[in-house]
């Protein structure tokens, strides 16, 4: 008894536990789920002693679960199974039309629920020999794991749809999409089911009588054979064993099936248990093992009655079977028996079996001497080989047919690909060029931006030792001047206070020029010796006014070098010296106000048609410019007025300059602050 349709549906129930565990859920609800198919799997084991007290167990755990949960939903699939197993086809009917409804009134979980449902409807096909039915909703469940991109699941349902094609008398289409399994797997990675898929495309090969292609497939996968697990290797040694009995090689075909029995106990499921022991004792009787033959023919009867499900085509080629292993013992009555019981002109057993079958009951006539009886079984039997020939070659010539087209698709596909990949080259050539220009310019602009860094640090060198010199020429320069002060202040006699006043005058001027920033006591100080200079020329009624505010202390205040001199100056030139009048006046006042500092300087005018702008303005200008640049670095700007007003000090008209400085106003240039 050879591979059945009933070994691929015990796979394929075996794998439905794990497809249902890998539909799309939250993740705690996908713990749950793989909690609940793992008791679920447990359960299988027994669904072919026990499939009432299976259903049973299953429906206590699915009770367990929220009516509207997927949990609930997958349990229901597996007790359909489990009715299935049981004979009791309406209640998996009525249990399949339930998870119908849930996938239409649920179209969120549409894509889970409705692989799911197709996955059941596969595998119940398949139980009830419905092959092309149960090829046709395993390739359309492939063609969704796809579109949701389940690359495992799509492979897994394409090889499962190749070998029901397979069993649906299409080998040719079956090969193909077991061929279109190994494709995506391997160009997706998902290389979990090699094995088994190679397994399974043997044996299609061996259907189709290409027994090169078929070792082809047993040869890749035989260094795996101990590291898969117990299901893939039976599944292994049980095909090759298929392959070699067929090649009537039955000494070989004999040693895989007992290395495929060593692996029953772990896998558990009686009917493959009765199915290999009956494979194991044909192949004894074909090599004259009589006694094993029975032991083993005896063995796989007994477990096929203690199975609750009725399998009767394999019943019936069991008792053809041991209709020819009691002919071969010489007990002619029994083998009569177990022939005639056999009912040769079923229409559920496959050509090849029927062929045997004929053959068996031939050998019997002949030995009974019924000649007749025997030519006419055997005319059905070559008409039955003859036919199973002709489907083999047909199958054979279709499958090539089929692969060359697809080898060809796939070559004209690869000579695209090679077009493209000569495209891609020939474009990383160009961007390997111009990125070879990008980095030679990178280069050369580093190399410029470099030069040009040391071109300007060799400038900047060259123009501070040009400054030094200067510095140096400077200080030299103004040695002579200190040293005429020095004679100067020595040899004048000591009543001339004028000629004094103005030589302490110039060297004020001369220690203060070269300093940007100086206190503003220094600045003071400047003025009041300019005042003891100016004032003889002023008259003898001339007096000079100075208030400084107690809060400013004007040894650590700094002011830019000459700015309040400037406005004293202009004072003096323009509104006092010149002048023919009385009282003359000039008063600075500096304090705090609010939001800053303000500096006042009033002096008294000589009539009231007096023009305070007469002259070049050169003193003006610089006090602009320098105002000027130290606002480019604050953010508050000096403000500076002047006008003609009333003092309340003085009680008399008065040309009066304001500058105000507002808080916070740093004297600085760039970086360097004062």
């Given at each position: 008894m050879k591979h059945t349709p009933r070994i691929l549906a015990a796979a394929i129930i075996s794998m439905i536990?794990?497809?249902?565990?890998?539909?799309r859920?939250?993740?705690?609800?996908?713990?749950?789920?793989?909690?609940?198919?793992?008791?679920?799997?447990?359960?299988?084991?027994?669904?072919?002693?026990?499939?009432i007290e299976v259903a049973g167990s299953l429906t206590q755990l699915r009770d367990t679960q929220a009516p509207d949960s997927d949990s609930y939903y997958a349990l229901t699939s597996h007790i359909a199974l489990a009715n299935l197993a049981g004979g009791d086809d309406a209640a998996c009917d009525s249990l399949l039309r339930v998870i119908g409804r849930y996938v239409a009134a649920h179209p969120d979980h549409a894509a889970s629920a409705r692989e799911r449902l197709i996955y059941i409807k596969g595998v119940i096909y398949s139980l009830h020999g419905q092959n092309a039915e149960s090829a046709d909703d395993f390739l359309i469940a492939a063609r969704y794991a796809r579109e949701n991109r389940n690359w495992l699941l799509a492979v897994?349902?394409?090889?499962?749809?190749g070998e029901l094609l397979e069993m649906a008398g299409n080998p040719a289409e079956g090969v193909v999409k077991m061929r279109e399994a190994i494709l995506l797997a391997d160009s997706t990675g998902k290389h979990d089911l090699d094995f088994s898929i190679m397994t399974r495309a043997a044996g299609?090969?061996?259907?189709?009588?290409?027994?090169?292609?078929?070792?082809?497939?047993?040869?890749l996968n035989e260094p795996r054979v101990d590291s898969v697990s117990p299901m893939d290797r039976f599944y292994f040694y049980s095909t090759r064993g298929n392959s070699m009995y067929y090649r009537q090689d039955y000494r070989a075909a004999l040693e895989d099936f007992l290395r495929a029995q060593e692996d029953l106990d772990t896998i558990g499921d009686p009917y493959l248990d009765a199915v290999t022991h009956s494979n194991i004792g044909e192949c004894y009787m074909y090599i004259d093992s009589l006694d094993s033959a029975r032991i083993y023919i005896d063995r796989s009867v007994k477990e096929f009655d203690d199975i609750a499900v009725d399998y009767i085509n394999q019943k019936i080629y069991l008792n053809s079977l041991r209709g020819e292993l009691e002919l071969r013992s010489g007990n002619l009555d029994k083998a009569r028996r177990m022939l005639l019981s056999a009912a040769p002109d079923s229409e559920n057993l496959s050509p090849r079996y029927l062929a045997l079958h004929h053959h068996r009951l031939r050998k019997y006539y002949d030995a009974v001497g019924d000649y007749k009886s025997a030519l006419h079984h055997l005319i059905k039997a070559e008409e039955l080989d003859d036919s199973v020939l002709h489907f083999i070659a047909s199958n054979y010539t279709a499958e090539v047919n089929t692969r060359y087209h697809q080898d060809t698709t796939i070559l004209r596909t690869r000579v695209r690909v090679a077009e493209k990949e000569e495209e891609i080259s020939t474009l990383y050539f160009w961007v390997a060029i111009v990125v070879m220009l990008a980095v030679i310019v990178t280069v050369a602009l580093g190399v410029h931006s470099h030069m040009r860094r040391r071109r300007s640090q060799r400038q900047l060198e060259e123009l501070r030792n040009s400054l030094m010199k200067l510095r140096i020429e400077n200080a030299r320069n103004r040695i002579s001047p200190h040293f005429i002060f020095n004679v100067l202040n020595a040899e004048l006699p000591a009543d001339n206070v004028n000629i004094r006043n103005l030589v302490s005058l110039m060297r004020l001027n001369l220690e203060l020029c070269n300093r940007q920033i100086i206190t503003l006591g220094e600045e003071l100080d400047f003025i009041r010796t300019y005042i003891d200079v100016v004032a003889p020329s002023l008259g003898d009624d001339f007096t000079y006014d100075e208030y400084i505010?107690?809060?400013?202390?004007?040894?650590?205040?700094?002011?830019?070098?000459?700015?309040?001199?400037?406005i004293v100056e202009n004072a003096v030139k323009h509104g006092l010296s010149g002048y023919d009048y009385p009282g003359k006046r000039l008063r600075v006042d500096l304090r705090q106000v609010e939001g800053g500092d303000r500096l006042t300087v009033d002096n008294t005018i000589p009539a009231e048609d007096y023009n305070p702008h007469r002259g070049t303005g050169t003193g003006q200008r610089i006090l602009n410019q320098i105002i000027s640049a130290f606002d480019q670095y604050n953010s508050a700007c000096m403000?500076?007025?002047?006008?003609?007003?009333?003092?309340?000090?003085?009680?008399?008209?008065?040309?009066?300059?304001?500058?105000?400085v507002p808080n916070g106003y740093t004297f600085s240039l760039g970086k360097q602050e004062y």
């Open positions: 536990v794990v497809m249902v565990g890998c539909s859920h939250p993740r705690s609800e996908k713990y749950a789920m793989a909690r609940l198919d793992s008791l679920a799997a447990d359960c299988y084991a027994e669904i072919y002693i026990n499939p897994k349902n394409l090889a499962n749809g299609i090969y061996n259907v189709l009588g290409n027994t090169e292609e078929a070792d082809r497939f047993y040869k505010d107690p809060r400013i202390n004007p040894e650590k205040v700094s002011v830019p070098g000459m700015m309040i001199q400037i403000v500076m007025t002047d006008g003609i007003v009333t003092s309340p000090e003085m009680n008399v008209p008065v040309f009066r300059v304001t500058l105000f």
